[in-house]
């Protein structure tokens, strides 16, 4: 789960973690109020949705630039009407852009250094990893790329936590000195708090500046969540902002089904994540686009499979479905009976291709094929694969 800029610099703040003072706007109406909140002198309005390059979007009116400085309070009220409620574009949304539904004023700070900060999961070796640089402000794929050697990495013990040469190790890294030594060390043991408590995937600082004045504070903040241990934490899952995500996924998450929509026009329902991505790539495989991600999981019943087919029917871009199924704990006879249910329920009319294996794999079969469905069985995987890229071809 992501959350928006002003919500993790809040977090942020809790937690010890120095940021700009701030404040959020989701109309017009409460521009005044958050900007009187700010001291006096310059301010920056930013966009809030959730993809990064903001500040190189263009809005679909031809409006430029998602982030803007502003000299003046009544210049930053007079930008932030031009960005609520119209649609950004970035290098992140795709052409169709986000809505932007909040505005967030925060006191432009005096820079005198940038560096780029994070603590995410680093699943090689099962620890928590600080990755740090010099090279702050820029796409850290960028610097990984380019100049390798400006990143640090420190893997962080999870049993005994962040220790304090560990902490020495990453601001000697960066060359922090005196005051701005002290100050970064302090910030950077409570941002791994707030990473570790929160049960976060990633905390994520770019850019990580210091001030003349020896400050070091958090410039941008970008924060995700373990949806799996989100049970643990109602208060951060108040924070989801479902105008952000895709609708079909809001509905798959009521039934704890796996969707992520893709772009393609070959929609994939199957059981195990493994066999889902194998699924995706042989359909790329023989010549196909595959429209979605879908793990119905390994013991799922026939009320979310014909959940699952709902969700599929309402991407428009499908135009054909490939039900991918090894039934190791699941029963084929269930998905079977759960895909009969759900074609006659929603009335499907488009190409459906259908491949059983594995547990009571023939009374799933005899149950397809005495339906009296309009569908195709495919003998493998590759066979099934390749009979849905010709019917949607």
Known sequence: ???????????????????????????????????????EGPVMVKSQIHAGGRGKGTFTDGFKGGVKF????????????????????????????????TIYFTAASDIKKEYYLAILLDRATSCPVIVASTEGGVEIEKVAHE??????KVFVDP????????????????????????NAAKLLKALYTCFWETDAAMVEVNPLITTPTGEVLA???????????????PEIVALRDLNEEDPKEIE????????????????????????????????????????????????????KVVAAFKIILGDANVQGIFVNIFGGI???????????EAVKEVGLKLPLVVRLEGNNVAKGKETLANSGLA????????DAAQKIVKLVA
């Not at 992501?2 to 109309?27: R, W």
């Not at 950004?88 to 795709?94: D, N």
């Not at 699941?330 to 009969?340: F, Q, R, S, W």
């Open 219 to 233: 410039l941008d903040a970008k924060v995700s969540f373990d949806d799996n241990a989100l049970y643990r934490h």
């Open 147 to 152: 100049t390798p050697e400006k990143i640090t």
């Open 252 to 303: 798959a998450s009521k039934y704890e089904l796996a969707y992520i929509a893709l772009d393609g026009n070959i929609a994939c329902l199957v059981n195990g994540a493994g066999l889902a991505m194998s699924t995706m790539d042989i359909i790329k495989h023989y010549g196909g686009n595959p429209a979605n991600f879908l793990d119905v999981g390994g013991g799922a019943s026939k009320e």
């Open 70 to 101: 502003c000299k003046t309070k009544a210049e930053a009220e007079d930008l932030a009407g031009k960005m609520l409620g119209n649609t950004l574009v970035t290098v992140q949304t795709g052409p169709a852009g986000r809505k932007v539904q």
């Open 159 to 182: 049993a005994y936590g962040l220790a304090d040469f560990q902490v020495r190790e990453v601001i000697f890294a960066l060359g922090f000195t005196g005051a701005e030594a002290k």
């Open 330 to 340: 699941m029963d084929c006879n269930v998905i079977a009976e759960g895909i009969v």
């Open 1 to 39: 789960m992501n959350i928006h800029e002003y919500q993790a610099k809040a977090l942020f703040a809790q937690y010890g973690v120095p940021v700009p003072p701030g404040a959020p706007a989701k109309s017009a109406a409460e521009f005044s109020a958050a900007l009187a909140s700010l001291p």
């Open 375 to 382: 569908l195709v069985s495919g003998d493998t995987m590759a």
